[in-house]
């Protein structure tokens, strides 16, 4: 996926209809893109060149060198070989620029209205799941961690305004879809925090928070770093300390 693909990813919902169109043209046109003057874009895709800059800074982007840079920008490869040090670097300064304000607005404005907040999360990552649930739950006092999945299907059949807060780096992990589920069953709210990639349970998202964390394997072993993990819910955390009580 290249870079350009994972910012518009992770804006996903946050697009007016221009910026989506816009977006579909380039990615199906990456290849020409990537040579092109900003002028001829914006005559093939019939809008000012002012919107599309606007679309770049949207999607993170410093302008449209930057957004034609990202057409070619395939990610981090994560191997054995790559210098760990370099290599972790990269990869923590991508989740930083996944952070959004505005994605971060919407998740605050379920977390207040929410009468429970539950966090799951299944094997290691319910490590980070548990620390977020404590960290809110020291704000809010309604945060809770759930460890087993009947727990938490229990309660959001049960008990209305619960918002479903599901940690889950692959996004496929039977468990949690099944949660996941559950809530949309009941009509419940449900964020998602994921590695940036397409998956079912960010589909399933009111609101999809992503890191930047590749799968990481040796000698059979998963080995995936969960720091990431902790980029995009930090920034959610301070920016709900800003906001008004």
Known sequence: MSLFSERVLNMRGLLNDTEEEIV????????????????KLSKAVFVAPNSIS?????LGFSGYVELKLSLVDKGIRVDRQTAFGHNQLEILNRSFSLINVAKNNKAISLLKKSDKTVFFAVGETAYVAHGFAYMMNAID??????TYENQV?????KSPGVLLFIVSLSGVTNGVLRVAKAAQKQR???I???????NPLADMADVSLFCYDPPRRWNGY????KAPLYIPFEALFEQ????PV
């Open 24 to 39: 579909r043209y380039i990615q199906a046109n990456s290849n020409e893109v990537a040579h092109m003057p900003i002028g």
């Open 54 to 58: 606007r679309l770049c800074r949207k």
């Open 141 to 146: 006092q309604k945060s809770y961690f759930f």
């Open 153 to 157: 299907i229990s309660e959001v059949e």
């Open 188 to 190: 419940q709210n449900l």
């Open 192 to 198: 998602s925090l994921t590695n940036l990639a397409h």
């Open 222 to 225: 998963n080995i995936t770093d």
């Open 240 to 243: 709900y300390l800003q906001e």
